[in-house]
């Protein structure tokens, strides 16, 4: 007897969270199909490690209904593309804000304070005796921090800093008055922003604007004691010019929880710097926020199964 389960493919392997609650629902397929196509209708794509769907990828498969995103961010989903072809794509807003902002200032004070380089050394045969001139760091007390995307991530990195005391200067797409009394915040031009701010906070989407958005005229305009740290996406940083800086030591430092391509080729030459700090996309990685994102993904992908509305439904 045919199975009559609804087809998803899905790159994996997903999740204990995830699987759970798919158990019984839909049959789960390989994403290789997405390239390949297939002999049986496909339902619908569940999207858990930001692989792309695009034209071609919807055009091989003509009967799915909907792309569900494990994840906020739908930079590596054509979106335009999926409207055209009447495709709804849902992904989990809201939900990994708080989580995101935390490993933001964990990169902060990581970097400022050379959590990762002094863990090295204190670990390596070299740490005989105590020196209180070696390895200083930055202060985050006080300092300006620049935050480039006052989103809901941006908004949650905000208040983090206003607990220590920082002040705060943002720049967006479009100017928040809404929000600059209640943080409170100073909108500055990007260029302003680069040349004041100690830490620089990157907070925004991918978009096609934002892409290099961080490069070497930019990186030219910091402190030479400013900080970098990237919990957007790799691409908005040019990832020659962030070496070239970092290795001239034109910049302070940078922290990353992202990279572009990501992960690194093994011996790139930024793994090699030592005033660099490079987590591996751990920005929502809490045990609470991925349960969280499991159940919101999958309940727009039974929603669209279904042909019912998404619960978070992105707007093309």
Not at 20 to 33: A, F, Q, Y
């Amino acid at each position: 007897m045919q199975n009559s389960l609804p087809l998803v493919i899905a790159d994996g392997p997903l999740a204990p969270a995830i699987l759970e609650l798919l158990d019984g629902r839909v049959e789960l397929l390989p994403w290789e199909l997405t390239a390949t196509g297939s002999e049986r209708p496909i339902d619908g794509i569940y999207s858990y490690g930001h692989l792309t769907v695009d034209g071609p990828v919807l055009d091989r498969l003509p009967g799915v209904k909907v792309v569900s995103n494990y994840g906020v961010g739908v930079d590596h989903i054509h979106l335009a593309d999926a409207a055209a072809r009447g495709v709804p794509v849902g992904n989990t807003p809201g939900v990994l804000d708080g989580a995101t902002a935390d490993m933001g200032f964990t990169l902060l004070l990581a970097g400022a304070r050379r959590l990762a380089e002094g863990d090295r050394y204190s670990r390596s045969d070299g740490f005989t005796h105590y020196d209180p001139g070696y390895m200083l760091g930055q202060e985050a007390h006080g300092a300006v921090i620049g935050i480039f995307g006052m989103g809901r991530i941006g908004q949650q990195v905000a208040r983090r800093a206003l607990a220590f005391d920082m002040q705060v200067v943002y720049h967006n797409r479009r100017r928040r008055e809404d929000l600059e009394a209640s943080l409170p915040a100073r909108y500055l031009s990007k260029e302003e922003l680069l040349a004041t701010a100690d830490y620089v906070m990157l907070c925004t989407p991918l978009t096609a604007e934002t892409t290099g958005y961080i490069g070497a005229a930019e990186l030219a305009l910091m402190k030479p004691t400013a900080l970098l740290v990237n919990i957007a996406r790799g691409a908005v940083v040019d990832t020659d010019a962030l070496t070239n800086a970092l290795a001239e030591r034109q910049i302070f430092g940078a922290a990353l929880d992202v990279t572009d391509p990501e992960p690194l080729p093994r011996g790139h030459r930024l793994l090699e710097l030592d005033n660099v700090t490079i987590a591996p996309h751990l920005g929502s990685a809490t045990v609470q926020t991925r349960q969280r994102m499991a159940e919101m993904s999958v309940a727009n992908l039974l929603a669209g199964l279904s042909g019912q509305p998404l619960p978070h439904q992105v707007q093309s």
